[in-house]
């Protein structure tokens, strides 16, 4: 069983590997990210592909994930027609994807 630590901790052991840019992993993946919420749209759409991203990332080493929330506000989802709440949601489903990949590709989550 592994043993998850603070981000502190594991700065105090030594250098820790984050994941490149989730843009360019979707974009690898063959996501148009061309719209004004960019990668952050694909929580709506296609929040698959944003775990399958995760999920190469932390196989090829990452140990630090990063939410798909960039460009991801209550303005921009509301010019798509979602309330407070459907933002608020999609929101936290960000951090649900990027904590989800962890046990799944053998990390910590």
């Not at 502190?8 to 148009?32: I, K, R, W």
């Not at 990063?66 to 407070?84: H, K, M, V, W």
């Amino acid at each position: 069983m592994r043993t998850v630590r603070t981000l502190a901790e594991a700065l105090d052991a030594g250098p820790v590997l984050l994941d490149g840019g989730l843009s360019n992993q979707l974009e690898a993946q063959g996501c148009d990210l061309s719209d004004a919420l960019w990668s952050a749209r694909l929580l709506a759409d296609a929040p698959e592909q944003i775990e399958a991203a995760h999920l190469a990332y932390l196989r090829a080493g990452a140990r630090v994930l990063i939410t798909a929330s960039y460009q991801a506000t209550f303005e921009g989802f509301g010019r798509y027609g979602l309330d407070r709440a459907a933002t608020g949601a999609l929101l936290a489903r960000s951090v649900e994807l990027a904590r989800g990949g962890g046990p799944r590709a053998g990390g910590g989550g």
